[in-house]
Nanobody, 120 residues
Framework: QVQLVESGGGLVQAGGSLRLSCAAS????????MGWYHQAPGKQRELVAA???????NYADSVKGRFTISRDTAKNTVYLQMNSLKPEDTASYYC??????????????WGQGTLVTVSS
């Protein structure tokens, strides 16, 4: 089994910052991609940012220049630094990872989500 533990959500005023963390644990042999998605009420889940095993990032246009994704490969942990937050960033943020287990099986795992609320 592979598990994800997220932390760092909360309430912040517009223009403020938050840092999300997500640690993967379990029978992990290797991790390919780690990333963050968000889902606002009544909307579909959308990619915010992802980072590949070689460290190359991918961002949604709406967060480019404001959010930074990074990962600690040794700790199987991904971070999302969110700056200049806007009310429209309000959503539940879900961590995602995919890779190969020690049993040789491919896995995809989602976190339980952490709520980010940006007040105007």
């Amino acid at each position: 089994q592979v598990q994800l533990v997220e932390s760092g959500g909360g309430l912040v005023q517009a223009g403020g910052s938050l840092r999300l963390s997500c640690a993967a644990s379990g029978i992990i042999f290797s991790i390919n991609t780690m990333g963050w998605y968000h889902q606002a009420p009544g909307k579909q889940r959308e990619l915010v940012a992802a980072i590949a095993s070689d460290g190359s990032p991918n961002y949604a246009d709406s967060v480019k220049g404001r959010f930074t994704i990074s990962r600690d490969t040794a700790k199987n942990t991904v971070y999302l630094q969110m700056n200049s937050l806007k009310p429209e960033d309000t959503a539940s943020y879900y961590c995602y990872t995919e890779g190969v287990s020690t049993r040789g099986k491919y896995f995809e795992v989602w976190g339980q989500g952490t709520l980010v609320t940006v007040s105007s």
